[in-house]
């Protein structure tokens, strides 16, 4: 991941409703939910959550696919993982064994 891609993506999850989505979704992976269920569970109008869901799968952070007449919306976790590994790119000045602390913060959130 670029510079530019992650200030891209950081800027689509800057917004309350849109990280509220995003979680949701990293919790229901891989399968994701319908639009509906995002709707109903987070108490977002259909037409609000049109624009934050296409915003969040612009940068990649969604991916979506049709069940006959439903979209459903899964968090694309590779693009999360390729954020955390920019920013953790030189970590500890590329010395990998200094980096143990972060990794454990990570697991244990």
Avoid: W
């Avoid at 259909?46 to 969604?62: W, Y």
């Amino acid at each position: 991941m670029d510079q530019q891609r992650a200030i891209e993506t950081f800027t689509a999850m800057a917004q309350e409703s849109r990280l509220e989505i995003y979680r949701l979704l990293v919790r229901e992976a891989p399968d994701g939910l319908p639009v509906g269920e995002i709707s109903r569970r987070l108490g977002i109008v259909a037409s609000t959550l049109s624009g934050h869901l296409g915003v969040l799968k612009r940068t990649g952070l969604l991916k979506s696919t049709r069940h006959q007449r439903e979209i459903h919306y899964a968090a694309n976790l590779d693009v999360m993982g390729d954020l955390v590994c920019f920013m953790l790119e030189d970590c500890c000045d590329g010395k990998v064994e200094n980096c143990r602390e972060i990794a454990s913060l990570i697991g244990n959130s």
